[in-house]
């Protein structure tokens, strides 16, 4: 049966790409509480500043990416201390008008600068090349976005659940004025935190511009996505999010694979059947 | 009474003033409704650098009629703000003639209100073959899915293509290629393999590729909008081997011009059959082109831009044949024939709609490494729009 092996493949290289566009959501909103609906934004600026360090800047793909992902932390602190460290004071509603208001911003930033075109990121010709792996072939950059995400999910996992940094920082959003009563440096766990949640979605914005192109309507285009994974796997779980994401991607492809005039709809009918059995998603807290 | 009297005094003065005015000069304005915000914004933009060249090599006068465009923004599709818009200019602005319209729904939209209002209009985009049919006051110098299609699959057989795969997006547009593509194909005796209409949001692409390499057909037709889906194929394409499997692709608009330099060196060797590329090869589009980059430095010709050139065009003729008169307007450019940057053209007389040559095209690059569609094929000149029954 090749239809199922390639079902098996694409899906989980699609879920894995799913993955790492929301598991920076799973950071911010699921384990800092907040509605951060500009995480789509974050992932854009990303993918712009990767555009424009690959192809106007002349840098190769490896060093822009590194470059893109640390000025997109950096701006991401900045706001986070200037705006974010009021909106977490707000309640969800004026949190998600907050946020999606920053969304509007950065989209009007990156058509002013670049325009409303797509913005391709140049890749090294190794990764856009097919790969034979003997009974099919496959993009090389999917076979780097599987690795690079079942790395992320392993560092997370190490970060947040074996460091000292994890610790205060599960400690902070559980009880903010108790750990600060202990001698936590809330604040600066806060602003590191969601730098850090930003960063992945820059980091997973250009990983998965093949699937996913950036363009300046990126952030509203594919916010469903991002919620649907974080609401699915369950807020705060970055293993809830990596096995929602996988599902989802393989759900979706089967899908396209079988039915494909049914569109997306199969997707959706999982999240609901999720989110109906199990209100807090898949490996949710309650 | 004295109230009613100054009212009364106050309104003559209004009419007096509109008459003079109407009297003094000639000037006759043009409504542009077209997308100048959102994602589509780049349509507006497209439209209004074309408009501004064909003024700029033909002077603001229509014969002895000044033209004044007022441009409106409809965002993306959005049919009654369209119909509100195209209410406001007619109403509150005054206009004779109403231009643009990049979505089909937009288009439709507008017709009963111009039927009534007795409102040229010309299509500068909208491409669904049915819209001329929904009033008499459409005239369209753009294009049609059956006018492009159909000689992409008569030249395809003559390649000796004989099995295809039909890949398209799942809406109106996507659905029309698919037929006019099929119905073609198969009555030359091609064999159409196997037909996918793929969801309007997709962007990953692999499924279809597996699917479309598993039938190994000797090409892949494709009706993609441009945009995120059109470059994610045909990123696709490539990555998955079908190049190197020998599926040839075959397409319309995909490469589009304003697209096309963000595909990069994967489009390469693409084959399209459209009515214009921007890579022409005449006088008349290199003056345009020259024209363009003096308006709007660094921006591309594309199906938009011809479109409204044509467009302007058209409407000058008509404000030249009849100023204000409007009722006469479109009797007056029936079957006219003009030198367009796309090549020879001419509105047919029973439709309205643009007859014009298709040309077969491959992506390459030009001599500063520009990646263009360069033309190398006619497969049928003059084609009028094939889909609509007569």
Known sequence: MPAISGILIDGVSYGMILFMISVGLSVTMGLMRIINLAHGGFALLGGAAAHWLTTIAGFGFVISTILAVASVMIIAMVLERS????????????????TIGITFLMIASVNLLLGSTILPIRVPELLSRPIDLGFRTLPTHRLMVVIAGLLTAAALYYLLERTWF??????????????????INTVKIYAITFSLGAGLAAFGGILGAELLPIDAYYPLRYMVLFLVVVAVGGMGSIAGSFFAAIALGIIDTAARYIVPEYGTIFFFVAMMLVLTLRPNGMLGRT | M???????????????????????????????????????????????????VYVAQNGKK?????????????????????????????????VDYLGGFVFTPNALSVAPLIQKAKVPTVIFNAATSIIVKKSDYFVRPSFSLWQVTVPMAEWAWKQGIKTAVIAVTDYGPGNDAEVAFRTTFEKLGGKVLDAIRMPLSTTDFGPFMQRIKDKNPNAVFVF????????????????????????????????????????????????????????????KNRAFLKTLEEISPGAAA?????????????????????????????????GMAWESPRGPVSLDPDTRHIIQNVYIRRVAKDENGKLINQEFDIIRKAVPDLGLPN
Do not use: C
Not at chain 2, 6 to 15: E, K, P, Q
Not at chain 2, 62 to 72: P, Q, S
Not at chain 2, 306 to 330: E, P
């Open chain 2, 224 to 283: 993609l909008p441009a945009g995120p889906p059109s470059f994610a194929f045909v990123k696709s394409y490539n990555e998955n081997g079908m190049k190197a499997q020998g599926i040839q692709f075959l397409g319309t608009g995909e490469m589009d011009e304003t697209t096309l330099d963000a595909l990069g060196d994967a489009a390469l060797g693409l084959t399209t059959a459209y009515h214009y590329s921007g890579a022409h090869d005449s006088d």
């Open chain 2, 2 to 52: 004295k109230k009613l009297l100054r009212t009364l005094a106050a309104a003559g003065t209004i009419v007096l003033a509109f008459a003079g005015s109407a009297a003094a000069d000639h000037t006759v304005k043009v409504g542009v409704i077209a997308p100048f915000s959102g994602p589509f914004a780049i349509w507006g933009k497209q439209f209004k650098n074309a408009v501004e």
């Open chain 2, 62 to 94: 229509a014969g002895t009629h000044t033209v004044e465009f007022i441009y409106k923004d409809s965002g993306g599709p959005n049919p009654s703000g369209t119909k509100s818009l195209a209410q406001e200019l007619i109403v509150r602005d005054k």
């Open chain 2, 302 to 334: 594309n199906l938009a831009s011809v479109g409204a050139y044509d467009g302007a065009h058209v409407l000058y003729q008509m404000i030249k044949a009849v100023g204000s008169d409007r009722t006469k307007a479109v009797a007056a450019v029936k």
């Open chain 1, 83 to 98: 705006l974010y460290t009021r909106i977490y004071r707000f309640t969800e509603l004026q949190q998600v008008l907050a």
């Open chain 1, 166 to 183: 994890g610790v205060r920082l599960r400690a902070a959003v559980d009880n903010r004025n108790m750990a600060a009563s202990l001698g």
